[in-house]
């Protein structure tokens, strides 16, 4: 008798609405929720307390020391931007507001092979600097080669394969999330598949996942592709394949590559790719000299040019590469950035050769190329993507979306667009204007896709015990501002952003807030 009468108080209390009554610390109301599983969008609320929500649905009788309307606009995760390059930025930037005003809260920076040796070393220094963003990192092959065996072109034996392995072990114990190659830059591009394996099972040990900037993502993409999951199927661990794009000659041909990643799930290999939503790629200019040259690093190059038959050697080759490409010209590549020459910034090569006075020849624009290698290369914009192809990857189920951007520093250079608008350039163009996926797909592409892939615990997703990584924007009016003639602009439309249950982005405006923290990786040892 008395069960029964206390139960039937309990469900007057609750058709009340008592039990539903919680004091938040923000609550976000009215907003279109899109969870970032890739559900439909549902009307609700939002309740945050400290760095979790902890409640999600219709919070209309209870109290938060701050309440947000967002009536009319979408709430989402924060996005995951999985491939930056933010070495050397944070201290210049550390608000990352090109990040920040595009959603993203959260960055996997040591990419491409690039990276901090020392994690914990990074890590402490992260903390006591405190960025705006959450940050993850991989160890990257072309720095742990270069601790061991310098920029030579050459292959390591049994004792430095294993101080190598040891280095990127120690990485995984200190909180690595895997491990990434970059097999078009020195010295990675001297190293042969075993080695790549040996250091991969290394990452794997911890549960890492092997992501990869390929030897080649044009004329031999697709030898490069079968390397990259043959490295994953033997060091048995998830890949990732970075920037995933087809370059002339192969354009049109997304459809074999998308089949390559899918027959590699359908044997059980767990292989993913991430993209930049661009027809251009941003890379060093080093990448079009030959591999040979650039053994032992900048001084040894110069050392070869100033040899005039090594000297015509390289021009050849250079040559004999753009016919294999089927390029008449150097007017796709552009200048972004020269510390040499800052006058050059912003023009391509064919328009810095002619300025030189020098006929508009292959030949010649390569000698332009060869002066520019001189005074210490230069970062460039390469257009050389086809739209049907980037779209194609879009649609791919699972593509994420990246920036494959450092923090950028604002009116610094002529940089490629992504580094500003990436994540609102999908959600403006592909979504709202071309159709090209839904939004509900886009948003599961920036958050709970690449939160999966990596192991970022309780991030990714819009659930009570998640962290308050979120971002609330219109759906109608968000667009990427950044073009590749201006570049520095900031994307528009995201009216709010929360890191970690901080308000960062608070009407339209960064607030400064700092609150960004450590995600570490699987294998994470505490000391």
């Given amino acids: 008798m008395i069960k029964k009468l206390l139960y039937t108080i309990c469900l007057i209390l609750l058709s009340t609405g008592c039990f539903a009554q919680q004091h938040f610390d923000i609550i976000l109301k009215n907003g279109k929720i899109i969870d970032g599983a890739g559900n439909p969008w549902f009307y609700g609320d939002v309740g945050i307390v400290k760095d979790k929500i902890v409640s999600i649905g219709n919070l209309s009788e209870s109290k938060a020391d701050k309440t947000i309307d967002a009536t009319g606009l979408i709430i989402a995760p924060g996005f995951i931007d999985v491939h930056t390059h933010i070495e050397g930025d944070e201290k210049k930037t550390p608000t990352a507001d090109n990040f920040i005003y595009d959603g993203v809260t959260t960055v996997i920076t040591g990419n491409c092979g690039s990276s901090n040796i020392n994690i914990a070393k990074y890590f402490k220094f992260l903390d006591s600097l405190k960025l705006s963003v959450n940050v993850a990192t991989l160890i990257g092959h072309n720095d742990v080669r270069e601790a061991i065996l310098g920029k030579r072109a050459i292959t390591p034996n049994d004792t430095q394969l294993q101080k ?265 163009y592909y979504v709202r204007e071309k159709n090209v996926i839904r939004l509900e797909d886009a948003i599961r592409k920036m958050t709970s896709l690449p939160a999966q892939k990596f192991h970022l615990t309780n991030r990714g997703l819009l659930q009570p015990g998640m962290f308050a990584d979120i971002v609330i924007f219109d759906a109608g009016t968000v667009k990427d501002q950044s073009t590749f003639e201006h570049p520095h602009a900031y994307s528009t439309g995201f009216k709010y952003v929360l890191v970690n249950g901080n308000i960062t982005v608070d009407n339209f405006k960064h607030t400064g807030t700092r609150k960004g923290v450590i995600l570490h990786g699987p294998g994470y040892q505490q000391k």
């Fill in 164 to 428: 190598m392995q040891a280095l990127v072990e120690q990485a995984m114990r200190d909180g690595a999330v895997g491990f990434s190659t970059g097999l078009i830059y020195t010295p990675g591009l001297y190293s042969k598949t075993p080695e790549v394996v040996a250091l991969a099972k290394a990452a794997a040990k911890y549960h890492g996942v092997y992501t990869s900037h390929m030897r080649n993502e044009s004329d031999k993409i697709f030898d490069a592709i079968a390397e990259a999951i043959d490295i994953g199927r033997q060091a048995n661990m998830p890949v990732e394949i970075s920037h995933f794009k087809v370059g002339l000659p192969n354009w049109n041909r997304s459809n074999e590559v998308i089949a390559m990643v899918e027959k590699a799930r359908q044997e059980g290999l767990d292989v993913t790719v991430d993209q930049y939503p661009y027809t251009a790629s941003s890379t060093t200019l080093n990448v079009l000299l030959p591999d040979w040259l650039q053994d032992g690093g900048h001084d040894s190059v110069l050392k070869r040019l100033n040899n005039p038959l090594i000297h015509q050697k390289v021009v050849a080759e250079m040559i004999t590469d753009m016919k294999r490409r089927t390029r008449e010209h150097f007017d796709y590549a552009v200048v972004a950035h020269c510390d040499g020459d800052p006058s050059i910034n912003g023009k391509n090569i064919m328009q810095i050769n002619i300025a030189k006075g020098r006929p508009s020849t292959i030949s010649d624009e390569i000698e332009t190329i060869l002066d520019i290698t001189k005074i210490g290369s230069a970062s460039m914009v390469f257009h050389g993507l086809n739209e049907a192809d980037v779209e194609n990857i879009l649609r791919y189920p699972l593509t994420m979306v990246a920036s494959d951007s450092g923090i950028r520093l604002f009116g610094s250079g002529v940089p490629h667009p992504r580094g500003y608008g990436s994540n609102a350039r999908v959600l403006a």
